[in-house]
């Protein structure tokens, strides 16, 4: 059983377009982050959200904690080529992160 | 800051044989350093999570005499993957915490294992 599920698990949109994915979870976390990976590496740390409700912006991407702390989003305003790879969001409790499958994004230019 | 660095990046190596693979904290002190497996197009899934100076501890179904984690200082960790077969076969991705950020982990860029 996945603890987090991450959707849609696949995305391919045109530059410039906004988009939203969603990480979602019966469970209550401690925190949520997000990462992106590229092919071959390993996650980077994008994001950490710890308040129900929060909402951090990086650059063009906004992030926001559910108000319960079961769920998350990420929002990408005018999307380009370099935000192309997988977004996965990790669930934290008791210093342990549960992960989801990931959002595959595609920015097509 | 909090930089995580692994080596080998990747390594092919004979089925019956040993591997070791290293994680560093290049610019802070691990209180936690924790191992993952990631099959392709697959999430992470954590294999142990291991202390300086104290046993790992491994998650369900992973063998802990088939996967030796040593965590000798604050700043290494080493996984070793024995007598290793062609379903070890992984990309190998290692991560680290420190004391004040919470469940936050920075990981290491991985290694890619084939045996052949």
């Known amino acids: 059983t996945q603890l987090l599920e991450q959707s849609p698990q696949f995305l391919s949109i045109q530059e410039g377009e906004n988009l939203t994915v969603y990480c979602n979870s019966s469970?209550?976390?401690?925190?949520l982050q997000w990462y992106r990976q590229e092919p071959g590496e390993g996650p980077v740390l994008l994001v950490t959200v710890v308040t129900g409700g929060e909402v951090k912006k990086l650059k063009r991407l906004t992030f926001q904690f559910g108000d319960a702390r079961k769920d998350s989003s990420l929002h990408i305003t005018a999307a380009q080529p370099g935000d192309t790879g997988l977004y996965l969001c990790a669930g934290g409790r008791n210093n342990r992160l549960a992960f989801g499958k990931g959002n595959q994004v595609v920015v097509i230019p | 800051g909090a930089v995580v660095s692994q080596h080998p990046s990747w390594v092919i190596c004979k089925s019956g044989t040993s591997v070791k693979i290293e994680c560093r904290s290049l610019d802070f002190q691990a209180t936690t350093m924790f191992w993952y497996r990631q099959f392709p197009k697959q999430s992470l899934m954590l294999m142990a999570t291991s202390n300086e100076g104290s046993k790992a501890t491994y998650e369900q179904g992973v063998e802990k005499d088939k996967f030796l984690i040593n965590h000798a200082s604050l700043t290494l960790s080493t996984l070793t993957v024995t007598s290793a077969h062609p379903e070890d076969s992984s990309f190998y991705i290692c991560s680290a915490s420190y004391w004040g950020r919470g469940d936050t982990q920075y990981f290491g860029p991985g290694t890619r294992l084939t045996v052949l």
């Open positions: 469970s209550v976390f401690s925190s």
